[in-house]
């Protein structure tokens, strides 16, 4: 389903972001540069003019001194890491470098523990007692699912991109894919979810032929994503799929932000159903989440309490839709990041 370049063509582009931002050495899962893409930095052919510096992989914040009409948004999930243990990490370089390059929130919360509650709670807004359910991480089946209304039925365009997943909105768990970090697959009235809960190969070919939908969320295998890998493995994927991301059409073009956060902190406290939404003293309630776009100046820091109920408030903001549950009782990122 890819295109695909050779391996060499795809680290050449982590390359040019490896520049200025530190990032680690190439890894074998990343998405390749579309075929016909233009490379970083280059000009597209909706270029601004040519006074107007365009955001790139090199250079993808800051760009623009007031925020376009964002029409995507793409978040990406990673695991089990408290802030604490990822920004300014030996083991996180290019994360670390991208906080100083974009933006980050320094006081945002998960909402509870376990894993999956988190990936309900931010895509749906249900509040912590309709979470009890989930706190099992259970499979999707009776007693583990929800006819609530998600962010993946509000009406605009939607993918999931689920690295290491078998096949469309797979409902078990696979080699390095776990389900429970699929939440289309938890929603009983989503019922596009086998042609938009894709295996992440499909994010390449979407990115070459400018098909990126309105909202996508992205999931790395459970190496990738921190939660049976290192901080190094994570960060070295992210170095080398977010440069495909941010040298797209759609990022370049001032019409795309990407948000990278954790479903939840560890140590501390840690307890299976703690309430974590507004907990500023356990650490395992306090997780980094970045914030990169063409209009988030460089280094930029907040330490305004933000949650996953406010990530879901903002991508509903940004894309003009209705808030859902408790999306509605916490700010938005949007002026703290000027989206």
Known sequence: MMVMRTRLAAC??????VALLGAA????????????STSAGASSATAAPASVPQASASHPCGMQAEPAAYRHVIWIWMENHSSGTIVGS???????????????????????????????????????SA???????????????????????????????EESMPSGCYPGNSGEYAVRHNPPAYYTTLHSCSSDDVPYSQLATDLAHDQLPAFSFITPNLIDDMHDGTVADGDTWLSR?????????????????????????????????????????????????LVISPSTKAGTRSGALFNHYSLLATVEQLLGLPKLGLAAAYPTMTKAFNL
């Open 12 to 17: 050449a582009l982590g390359a040019a972001i």
């Open 241 to 289: 799929n977010l440069s495909a991301i941010l040298g797209s059409t759609e990022y370049r073009d001032g019409s795309t932000v990407v948000f990278i956060t954790w479903d939840e902190g560890e140590d501390g406290g840690y307890a299976s159903g703690e309430s974590c939404a507004t907990n500023t003293t356990d650490v395992s309630c306090h997780v980094a989440t």
């Open 131 to 161: 979470l009890q359910g989930f706190l099992a991480d259970c499979d999707p089946g009776a007693g583990c699912d929800t006819s609530a209304p998600s962010i993946f039925g509000q009406g605009e365009t939607w993918k999931a991109y």
């Open 90 to 128: 030996a083991q996180a370089p290019y994360l670390s470098a991208l906080a100083r390059e974009c933006g980050l929130a320094t006081n945002y919360h998960n909402i509870t523990h376990p894993s999956l509650p988190n990936y309900v709670a931010a895509t749906s807004g249900l509040s912590y």
């Open 25 to 36: 050495a190439c890894s074998s899962q990343a998405v390749p540069t579309p075929a016909g």
